[in-house]
């Protein structure tokens, strides 16, 4: 257990005086839409990922109960 005596106060003060002056010189954040950036890995999974279920003939999509044409599946 800490003890108060082994508590450096001053020291503790410091460093909350430096994170809470490093939040408050932090970037604004505009609205809006942020742009979205993929990394090579992430479009080769996605892409992959099309494939396979485009490949695999799960793109019949169902709503309540009806294909995509309107026939009952």
């Known amino acids: 257990m800490i003890s108060l ?10 460093q909350l005086i430096q994170k809470y002056q490093w939040v408050e010189n932090s970037a ?6 942020p742009p979205v950036f993929f ?5 080769r999974k996605a892409i992959a990922k099309l494939w396979k279920t ?13 294909g995509v044409s309107g026939y009952n599946l």
């Open 54 to 66: 485009v490949l695999s003939g799960q793109t019949i999509v169902q709503l309540n109960g009806q």
């Open 39 to 43: 990394t090579p890995k992430a479009v």
């Open 5 to 14: 005596l082994s508590l450096d106060i001053n020291k503790l003060l410091s």
């Open 28 to 33: 604004k954040i505009n609205s809006g839409t």
